[in-house]
């Protein structure tokens, strides 16, 4: 069983930049590929960006590319989205994921275990 937790979701001004941290409990973190998602009012939840569990591989939504960075510390059991340029449409509740695999996934059907969820907001 692994416990997500989100944190450093706020309001920010468009240009801006916000910095996302999830932190998992449980010893088997590092077995974990880890993903991002968001869902904003009125629409589906979609993929932002992943990582594997070696932090080897990082997969990034086109709508992020450029501007958004995952990355983790295993020994923090912690996962991390770095998020430059803000635009308002990346304005949403954004979700940390874990899935039981080395490589990490666009799929949310691939991830078992979810956060709660912490508000980005984002003014024009």
């Known amino acids: 069983q692994v416990q997500l937790v989100e944190s450093g979701g706020g309001l920010v001004q468009a240009g801006g930049s916000l910095s996302l941290s999830c932190a998992a409990s449980?010893?088997?973190?590092?077995?974990?590929?880890m993903g991002w998602f968001r869902q904003a009012p009125g629409k589906k939840r979609e993929f932002v960006a992943a990582i594997s569990w070696g932090a080897s591989f990082t997969y990034y939504a086109d709508s992020v590319k450029g501007r958004f960075t995952v990355s983790r510390n295993n020994a923090k059991n912690t996962v991390y989205l770095q998020m430059n340029s803000l635009k308002f449409e990346d304005t949403a509740v954004y979700y940390c994921?874990?899935?039981?695999?080395?490589?990490?996934?666009?799929?949310?059907?691939?991830?078992?275990?979810w956060g709660q969820g912490t508000q980005v907001t984002v003014s024009s």
């Open positions: 449980g010893r088997t973190f590092r077995e974990y590929a």
């Open positions: 994921a874990a899935a039981q695999r080395r490589l990490p996934s666009r799929l949310e059907d691939d991830y078992t275990y």
